[in-house]
């Protein structure tokens, strides 16, 4: 019933950087996922939504997607679905280097993604139980963390002015900004910005 509590509210603006819903009930798995993707908006023809089905995607594909930027976006949102690595089923979608991989995206997840997992059965709590809580919030109330080092790919050599890390270049909807990689800094800056006015030579 917690589940159901905590999906309540949800939407798009709220949604975590990596949310997770298991469940050994299926019927009520099962009604949670298509009341979680109806609440943050999913449409297939949204190219800022990108669905994989973890029985027959690679994990290559979802590599690729986790780190580009949105589409004309500030933000995008990519769903695994059917990832039972993350529970104690026998059956495995992802090889010991491809769970590497993930461990390593989790541990510093992209600031333009919002990743929803979705992995029916019971939850192993020997898998990624210490890695991913500073990010990740668990339907089931089980989940928690994951381990390693991740490099975004839009990693520029601009220092934040504010605690001097390396920040992100990332496109908005209508600007492109530079966004410090520590998510309790925050600091933002607009390098330019989209607008209506006219060039007076080209026009």
């Known amino acids: 019933m917690q589940a159901i509590i905590d999906t309540k509210h949800l939407t798009v603006q709220t949604l975590p950087p990596i949310l997770v819903l298991t469940g050994e009930d299926v019927g009520q798995f099962e009604w949670l996922k298509k009341d979680i993707l109806k609440k943050i908006g999913y449409d297939p023809s949204d190219l800022n939504y990108s669905y994989f089905d973890m029985k027959e995607a690679s994990y290559a594909e979802v590599e690729l997607d986790l780190v580009s930027l949105p ?7 990519v769903i695994l679905d059917h ?18 991989q993930f461990e390593n995206y989790l541990e510093n997840p992209s600031e333009s993604t ?11 709590k020997t898998v990624f139980l210490k890695e991913i809580s500073a990010y990740t919030k668990d339907i089931t ?4 963390g994951a381990k ?15 605690c001097g890390k390396r920040m992100l270049a990332v496109n908005g909807k209508n600007s492109k900004m530079l966004v410090c990689q520590d998510r309790e800094c925050g600091h933002r800056e607009t390098i330019s910005r989209l607008t209506n006015a006219r060039c007076p030579n080209c026009h």
């Open 83 to 100: 990832l039972l690595d993350l529970t104690t089923a026998k059956k495995r979608n992802l090889t010991d280097e491809d769970l590497k």
């Open 148 to 162: 390693g080092t991740f490099r975004h790919d839009n990693l520029t050599n601009t220092k934040c002015p504010v």
């Open 114 to 124: 919002r990743l929803v997992i979705f992995a029916e059965g019971k939850l192993d």
């Open 141 to 144: 109330a089980e989940i928690k």
């Open 71 to 77: 589409f004309f976006a500030d933000e995008k949102i």
